[in-house]
């Protein structure tokens, strides 16, 4: 904007273009320690935070493998090799969750003819799905219409998607059922998984080198989607998983995946079920688990 690295140079009238060292011309420790003293609760967004991080798209779709740890230090505002980070460092030294970014019209800004152009309920659930499923925040950019306002369509969908989602997670089918975990580290019993506390949390034993959560339902339901968090207070540890459902006497293993984090939401083909299983693979150390749970989402079409 200013005329740097690309930008068209108007911003002040000088229309050029300069090349500038990214790291150094805009002094971002100077701006950060500027907004600390002025606003000490902001949260400060960039490729590199320092609060929350840039996922690395503005698609509105997080990374299958995202830690929220990083190298601060090593990475900055506008760095050329930003995607070699978008994923996170598994033993960073700073915690900088991920922010997703997308705008529900084709652009950021508002142009009548996109009326029709606003992203449908299924495209927006995706999104969800793909960025808070991912251990990510999500912000859905909604561009002010020439009134001031947003436009209809876009309330419209916005109500649907809120409705779709209360609905959703409105019932976890595993309250109440039989949890049964391959181990447990005294004091801190499984029933924490199912009791909605994200300050509880069920950690398996420091020698269980594949720890495992068993759902066991006293009936069989229909579900789909399956959800699970780490207790972040100590940290990601899960480095790899897979998840199971047992139907018709077999188990039959339905996802393979990485990282954990805040949340991450599996989707399956809408089955009734008996069991559900969830093993790690690969951990950095002993497991701590806050919440599970079993959902029957609505399907879509696209």
């Known amino acids: 904007f200013d005329g740097a690295n690309g930008g068209d140079g108007f911003y002040g009238g000088a229309n050029e273009e300069r090349r500038v060292d990214k790291k150094m011309y805009y002094d971002w420790p100077k701006t950060i320690e500027l907004v600390r003293s002025l606003q000490p609760q902001a949260v400060i967004f960039s490729d590199a935070g320092p609060d929350i991080r840039w996922i690395g798209n503005e698609k509105g779709y997080a990374n299958e493998t995202t830690w929220s740890p990083i190298y601060r230090d090593s990475v900055f505002a506008g760095m050329p090799d930003f995607q070699r980070f978008a994923s996170g460092q598994e033993n960073g030294t700073h915690w900088v969750p991920?922010?997703?970014?997308?705008?529900?019209?084709?652009?950021?800004?508002?142009?009548?003819?996109?009326?029709?152009?606003?992203?449908?309920?299924?495209?927006?659930?995706?999104?969800?799905?793909?960025?808070?499923?991912?251990?990510?925040?999500l912000l859905l950019n909604l561009p002010v219409d020439n009134r001031g306002l947003i436009h209809e369509n876009e309330v419209k969908n916005l109500k649907a998607l809120a409705d779709y989602l209360n609905t959703t997670f409105s019932y976890n089918y595993s309250k109440g059922q039989k949890v049964k975990t391959s181990s447990t580290l005294k004091g801190y019993d499984n029933s924490a998984l199912i009791d909605d506390d994200k300050k509880t949390y069920w950690a398996s034993d420091i020698n269980d080198q594949n720890p495992t959560i068993e759902i066991h339902l006293d009936n069989p339901v229909r579900v789909n989607t399956f959800m699970i968090q780490e207790y972040l207070p100590m940290g990601q540890r899960i480095k790899s998983f897979y998840f199971e459902v047992f139907s018709g006497g077999n188990w039959e293993k339905m996802y393979e995946g990485s990282t954990i984090g805040n949340k991450r939401l599996i989707r399956f083909q809408t089955q009734t079920i008996e069991r559900v299983r969830f093993t790690v693979n690969d951990k950095k150390a002993q497991i701590v688990i806050s919440n599970i749970g079993l959902f029957k989402a609505k399907d879509l079409d696209n």
């Open 98 to 137: 991920t922010e997703t970014d997308v705008s529900i019209r084709p652009g950021w800004y508002y142009h009548p003819e996109e009326d029709n152009q606003v992203k449908s309920l299924s495209k927006l659930v995706d999104i969800y799905y793909n960025s808070v499923g991912l251990n990510s925040s």
